[in-house]
């Protein structure tokens, strides 16, 4: 139907358009073409239209189709999944800050009710759940995805793409782990290997400083996905920078550094001849070596030496890296060489110097290509709670500033763990910007092992 009959269709001109159905009536011929393909249509739709008996014997559905209001709620709903479903996760393994109810999450919240839990909608927007399913399906649908022991942070992303690459790698698979038996072997491998480093030493050394990483051992787990996953995607080297929580296990069972090297260190029985630079503490030391994947792909691992306090190895971890690429001839790409930054919670919202590295990451003078940001959060500063050592709800919250992807775990998920880690191992390799897990998890002994844990915990 043209624009002009559409125009001319319209209540100030029934009585004319009376006198055309009159005229059509009569001698189809007798009006324009345009007009009997109108004509028809109308004769074609009254007769389809039941009487006023036959609609009042009509069985009424227990089950009302919805309209465009009622699309527009459950869209509205499924967005503030998506928006603050990580509010409601199983996040904390101690069950101290779990939040299970959040009201913008309610059916009310957005119009809707119990009684529209059987009525179907259109859920295309929800990659692999189909065109269309019951609300009940819907909502178990987002909850499986935003709600459970992963929590995911990316529509303050500003660029569209970005969100949706996101998108397509959440939601089909419900943000679930899907590893092959090989795979919960590995994380088991690794795990074990962190906790009996650990038990040894704890026992063989009592009393002595390591910063254990116990209650966050899935650190280990996860830096093992990242490492194997890395070549294929381009890299041939990773720099890695982190405090000294932990770091004695990484040494260990990341980069393979031999237990005579770090036994020897805790019994100060090494020979003074053989040692390189000053001399510092055991849990500040730096290493490298060449690891092999399981694949067979070689890559070069690099952990820099801290010999300051938390995080000031950060922008000297970026610069190697980025002097680095120069040298692979890989300045445009910057997929060769990639950083990774382990932190504390504490030191993440707290130290100035997370922000200024954050604010360069993307200056054309200063960018690496992104990094991969691991937080072994144990939810305390020392002695300091976060409700007392943040204004934010999250410590990971400053890296909000430059779009990046925020993926919360429960560090008692470990094979959660292992799936984010491959997923940010992607993006980075994907959009060289910054992403960032949080893991969250605890710490067994107290700050460090000659501290109260009560007073420190």
Known sequence: ????????????????????????????????????????????????????????????????????????????LIEAYRSLGHTVCNLDPLDFNNQDHNSALD???????????????????????????????IVDWLRATYCG???????????????????????????????????????????????????????????????????????????????????????????????????????????????????????????????????????????????QTASGKTVHLTLSA??????????VVEGRVRGKQRQHGDTTERIKVVPLLIHGDAAMAGQGIIMECFQMSQLEGYTCGGTIHIVINNQIGFTTLPQDARSTRYCTDIAKMVDAPIFHVNGDDPEAVMHIARLMTEFRQTFKRDVVMDMVCYRRYGHNETDEPNYTQ
């Not at 009006?31 to 239209?49: I, S």
Request: hydrophobic share 35%; net charge negative.
């Open 1 to 76: 139907m043209n624009k002009l009959l559409t125009a001319f269709a319209q209540p100030g001109n029934l009585q004319h358009l009376e006198q055309l159905h009159e005229k059509w009536k009569a001698d189809p011929e007798s009006v324009e073409p345009e007009w009997q393909a109108f004509f028809t249509g109308f004769e074609l739709g009254l007769e389809r239209m039941p009487t006023a008996g036959e609609a009042s014997k009509a069985t009424p559905t227990t089950v009302k189709s919805p309209g465009r209001a009622d699309q527009q709620r459950v869209d509205s």
């Open 306 to 315: 801290n010999p300051s306090h938390l995080e000031a190895v950060n922008p």
């Open 149 to 291: 022991t992963i929590g995911v942070e990316y529509l303050h992303i500003q660029d569209r793409a970005i969100r949706d690459w996101l998108r397509a790698r959440i939601e089909p698979t419900r943000n679930q782990p899907a590893l092959s038996s090989d795979d919960k072997k590995r994380v088991l491998m690794k795990l074990n290997q962190a906790e009996m480093l650990e038990n040894f030493i704890h026992s063989k050394f009592l009393g002595q400083k390591r910063f254990s990483l116990e209650g966050g051992e899935a650190l280990i787990p996860a830096l093992d996905a990242i490492i194997e996953c890395a070549p294929d995607l381009g890299a041939k080297e990773i720099v890695m920078g982190m405090a000294h929580r932990g770091r004695l296990n990484v040494l260990c069972n990341t980069l393979h550094k031999s237990y005579e090297e770090i036994f020897t260190e805790f019994e100060g029985s090494y020979d003074l001849n053989e040692l390189q630079g000053d001399g510092d503490v055991k849990y500040h030391l730096g290493y490298s070596s060449d690891y």
């Open 107 to 137: 059916l009310e919240t957005h119009g809707l009710s119990e009684n529209d839990l059987d009525r179907e909608f259109a859920c295309d927007a929800i990659p692999g759940m189909g065109r269309r399913a019951n609300l009940k399906a």
